[in-house]
């Protein structure tokens, strides 16, 4: 008969798959040192990790197996059913706390160093919870994190692990749109970042994305106007002014309203207070149980509170919060940012790292950092007017490199180009 929680589990571990996700949520020290379980316990976990759904014959005929064959023999016999394996379970953490905290309080008894009754409350309550910490990662953790890690790899069978930009080049680039990955794109005026952000915001939305749009200095009517221009390849003036024909009307109010309306999209319009916008995308995930965007035109223009600081404690501190908040929350960012003067003082007017407005901190926190860049606007005689670069300036899991995309301003619109990924050197011989 078995009379220790431990020894159940074990056995249900080898008896079927069906809780072994639980060998996750267990430590060697869960066990009483030097029994046959914590012994066998190691053994399962090894085999867990290379075979979720190892056989029990895979550890009988295992050098260690045959070494505890008694012991397995023994407990898989006492156990008729696994169906109690959650009570168990349950039995077996409790008693591994009852452990924890004697050989605790016993080795205090022992110290001869003053008590320090705060630290000691802290570690009983973090025996409690099970949240016993240390500041490195050991082994086992590390074993575990590669595990899933490779999992996860794996399940994605050749599929993106992030959610698509729409745009097959940026995709390969960065992996489409992580849920913990913060974006900067960056430009001088008249680049077309607004219209890029609301290019990949729609994009989202057709993969059936929830995006949250907080834009300070356009209206919920000129984003939207924006949309329409894209969607049905209309001037955008002609959206404005009502200057659509039938055919556009029906289109309109049969296909684009209605998919709006069942979409997850939502514009949080002129507010500049950060604490506001983050709040209300931890609602909007809390109401979809995600958020796959958050969108924020354009960075430099948030507030922090009445505090006064320099702008380049602002903007280091925006960004910063920003950067928490999309790992912490698991909702990605892409924060519009306006660029300093200097590419327009260089012979070369790429934009550089070093032309983020108003704070290093940026390039510092930031995933991934996107630059438009237009050849026809600073040279009158470049003969494709539409030409525009999404320069990756940083890539913190990629490469680094250029995009290459058709911009046409009338219908608020970017298409990537057949010749993606053309050098500089050679769009520059074009002028």
């Not at 916008?277 to 809390?286: F, S, V, Y």
Request: negative net charge; hydrophobic residues 40%.
């Amino acid at each position: 008969m078995i009379y220790e929680a431990q020894d159940y589990v074990i056995a249900c571990w080898l008896l079927t798959d069906r809780f072994r996700d639980k060998i996750l949520e267990t430590s060697m020290d869960d066990f009483e040192e030097l029994s046959l379980a914590q012994q066998m316990f190691r053994f399962i976990r090894e085999e867990y990790l290379k075979n979720p759904r190892f056989d029990i014959s895979d550890i009988l005929l295992s050098p260690a197996g045959k070494k505890y064959q008694d012991y397995i023999r023994d407990v898989t016999i006492e156990v008729p059913t696994t169906q109690l394996f959650p009570h168990y379970f349950e039995r077996f953490k409790k008693d591994s706390q009852q452990r924890k905290v004697r050989k605790y309080l016993a080795e205090l008894c022992l110290s001869n160093i003053d008590i320090d009754i705060p630290e000691v409350v802290q570690k009983l309550l973090e025996i409690a919870t099970g949240e016993e910490k240390t500041k490195s990662a050991g082994p086992r953790e590390l074993a575990i994190e590669l595990y899933d890690m490779l999992e996860e790899a794996y399940n994605l069978k050749g599929k993106l692990p992030g959610i698509s930009t729409g745009y097959k080049a940026l995709d390969c680039a960065i992996g489409g749109i992580l849920n913990n990955m913060y974006i900067i794109l960056g430009g001088r005026p008249s680049m077309g970042k607004s219209a890029f952000a609301i290019n990949l915001a729609f994009n989202v939305l057709k993969n059936r994305g929830k995006v949250l749009y907080a834009s300070v200095e356009m209206s919920r009517k000129q984003i939207l106007a924006r949309i329409v221009a894209r969607v049905m390849r209309l001037p955008l003036n002609d959206v404005k002014f009502g200057i659509l024909s039938d055919e556009h009307w029906l289109k309109i109010t049969n296909q684009l309203i209605p998919f709006l309306a069942e979409s997850g999209f939502h514009i949080l319009e002129g507010e500049t207070k950060i604490s506001e916008i983050l709040n209300e995308a931890k609602r909007l995930k809390a109401k979809y149980g995600k958020l796959d965007l958050l969108v924020i035109d354009y960075l430099q223009t948030l507030r922090l509170g009445e505090t006064k600081r320099s702008e380049y404690e602002r903007v280091s501190e925006i960004s910063q919060t920003l950067r928490e908040f999309a790992k912490h929350e698991h909702i990605p960012v892409l924060g519009v940012a306006q660029l300093n003067r200097s590419c327009e003082e260089r012979e070369n007017k790429r934009p550089m790292l070093s032309d983020l407005k108003e704070s290093s901190q940026l390039e510092q926190d930031a995933d991934v950092i996107l630059f438009l860049y237009r050849p026809a606007y600073y040279d009158e005689e470049f003969k494709d007017k539409t030409l525009t670069e999404l320069i990756i300036a940083k890539n913190r899991d990629g490469q680094t490199g250029t995009i290459l995309y058709s911009w046409f301003e009338q219908y608020q619109v970017f298409i990537e180009r057949e010749d993606v990924h053309k050098t500089i050197s050679q769009v520059d011989q074009e002028k």
